[in-house]
């Protein structure tokens, strides 16, 4: 069986290390886990490898967030996909810090990226792993906290929410949505 796993960021330096990039990073630290590197393609930087007997194909777009499902829809018709094993992975700032929510599908929260891949799929049938992001902000504060740099305290626990995160990714392809949602919600 082949699965679309794709982590949602922004492209460039800038955007290294913040809040609304940790997609890429869980997607960056499973490709490390199983010894794989990532290779510009068209639409994004794809990445691939077997785990028990199932092949994942891992996707950090390079249409920026707001742009994400093109880069999902092309990867998922090119290597044909079933809609029902693509995961997406994403940053959420109605969840705790560290939190990890799997969805099988669902309205896009006020995500951009998620609302563009719901209207490039023309639905919202899509599993999502969300990765809680918190929301230690001030009123009008949204946007530099999201694009912002983890705090000291934050750095810190991240490698640890970025393993359970990438624990969740393989459970939910080998095991299945239902049982990975019991496991790790």
């Not at 750095?155 to 790790?184: C, K, W, Y």
Request: charged share 25%; with cysteine.
């Amino acid at each position: 069986m082949t699965y679309l796993i794709v982590g949602l960021g922004n492209i460039g330096s800038e955007y290294a290390g913040t809040r609304h990039n940790i997609g890429f990073d869980v997607v960056d630290a499973l490709a490390e886990k199983h010894n794989c590197a990532f290779d510009l393609k068209r639409l994004g930087y794809k990445s691939e490898f077997r785990f028990k007997g199932r092949s994942f194909h891992l996707i950090k777009p390079t249409t920026y967030m707001n742009l994400s499902g093109k880069s999902l829809r092309y990867w998922m018709q090119l290597l044909k996909v079933k809609q029902e094993n693509v995961l997406v992975i994403v940053d959420d700032k109605d969840l705790d810090f560290g939190k990890l929510r799997l969805k099988g599908k669902g309205n896009d929260g006020g995500h951009n990226g998620l609302k563009d891949i719901t209207k490039q799929l023309g639905n919202n049938k899509y599993a999502r792993l969300r990765f809680g992001i918190g929301s230690n902000f001030r009123p009008g504060q949204q946007v530099r906290y999201v694009l912002g740099k983890w705090t000291e305290g934050e750095a810190a626990e991240i490698p640890n929410h970025i393993d359970r995160a990438v624990q969740a990714i393989e459970s939910f392809v080998t095991i299945g949505l239902a049982r990975t949602m019991n496991q790790f919600n």
